[in-house]
């Protein structure tokens, strides 16, 4: 299951470009960096984090049209708007 950022002060746009950096496509996933998009849902954004490959694909679907951008964002600061920390663990537990 992908999780995803929620600043608790802050809009999740201006979050991603003051701690992100946007990219065209999807990024690869180190052990460093991962993936976001954040997704124009029409009446609210999303920004999901792509932790796994399956994310990464589900995301970048190209029958899925809503719009979308891509940011790289390092996993220290993902940790501190998300509960990627708990999903890191579920991955490394081979879970996810």
Known sequence: MTCYINP????????????????PVACP????????????????TAAGICLTPRDRHRFSDPLD????????????KLREV??????EKYEQAGVL
């Open 65 to 76: 049209d809503r719009p979308k951008v891509w940011f790289k964002v390092s996993r220290e």
């Open 82 to 87: 998300s509960d990627l920390e708990i999903h």
């Open 29 to 44: 996933i180190t052990p460093t960096h991962l993936p976001v998009c954040l997704v124009d849902n029409g009446p609210f």
């Open 8 to 23: 608790p002060d802050q809009d999740k746009v201006d979050w991603l470009l003051a701690n992100g950096e946007r990219i």
